[in-house]
Each structure stands twice: as structure tokens, then as C-alpha cells.
């Protein structure tokens, strides 16, 4: 037992050593986390300042709850969006318009043609005959740039002026 004492008190010096520089390396190691935590709380407290909220979870929770939200508002958006663009290649807005003389022994310019289409095609054609004695208008629908009824040439020209207005 004494030989055991005896190693022990001529490593006593090394052990000993070897015990404080591990503690100044973790007393370093401490100073320089202590510096990073004091850095981080002040770009903390900047970023907290002037929010109103405590807490960054607090900050968090409103920040998803608004995130939601907009989320939402911006689902509605983009099914109106939809619905109005759905909307819109229904509206009849391509406007075709072919004026002609129907009687060419009389008159003038003064029949024409008028067809109204939208992106599908679908829509009416109007035409209206002049003549000195009397005026004539009909008005055949269309489908697909057909009609169910027969088309004269200067309609199936204004249905194809409309349908060009791209």
C-alpha cells in the first residue's frame, strides 16, 4: 500500500497540472460561449423590440396564424380567378361586321352582316337587308361557328372577321 501512496504522490504534481489546464480550457470555452450568448441575445432583443410580443413563441404562433390566413385569402383569389377567367371566354366579345350592297341593282352599301362570337365560336350573326323599298333583319344563332340555319357567304365572312379579332 505504501508503494501505491509513493506512485501516487510523484504523479501527484502531473495529475495536478493536468486538472487546472483542463480547467482554464473549459473556463476559456465558457468565456467565449457566455460572448456568443450575450451576442445572440442582443440581435434578440433588437429583433424583439418595438413588436409588442414577450416572446419569440408568442411572435411565432401570430406569424403562423397570419401566414394561414393569407394562405387562405389567397385560395379564395385564385378561385375567383378562375371562375371570372371561365367567365370571360363566354362573353361575347369578337365582333365581326361585313357591310355589302344585297340588291345590286339598287342601293348601296347599306345591308351588312354582323356576328358576334366568343372564344368558342358560340354566339349570333345579325344581318340586315336594304333595299328602297323595304328592310329586312334576321338573326341566326351560332354554335361552334355553325348555325342550324344556312349562312350566306357574307355571314360566314363577318363570323370569320370576328373569329380573327384573337
Avoid: C, H
Wanted: proline fraction near 1%.
Amino acid at each position: 500500500m505504501s508503494d501505491l501512496n509513493s506512485l501516487i504522490m510523484e504523479q501527484l504534481q502531473w495529475f495536478i497540472g493536468g486538472v487546472i489546464l483542463l480547467i482554464l480550457i473549459l473556463l476559456v470555452m465558457v468565456l467565449t460561449q457566455g460572448a456568443k450568448l450575450r451576442k445572440m441575445r442582443r440581435k434578440y432583443d433588437l429583433m424583439m423590440e418595438g413588436s409588442g410580443v414577450e416572446n419569440l413563441e408568442t411572435l411565432l404562433i401570430d406569424l403562423k396564424v397570419q401566414m394561414d390566413s393569407i394562405e387562405d385569402e389567397q385560395e379564395q383569389q385564385r378561385k375567383s380567378l378562375e371562375i371570372l377567367l371561365t367567365k370571360l371566354q363566354q362573353v361575347k366579345g369578337k365582333v365581326g361586321i361585313k357591310r355589302y350592297n344585297a340588291f345590286s341593282d339598287q342601293g348601296s352599301d347599306l345591308s351588312f352582316s354582323l356576328a358576334i362570337v366568343d372564344e368558342k365560336k358560340n354566339g349570333v350573326v345579325i344581318s340586315a337587308l336594304y333595299s328602297r323599298d323595304s328592310s329586312y333583319v334576321y338573326a341566326k344563332p351560332l354554335a361552334a361557328g355553325e348555325s342550324t340555319y344556312a349562312l350566306s357567304p357574307e355571314e360566314v365572312e363577318a363570323i370569320s372577321l370576328a373569329v380573327q379579332q384573337g
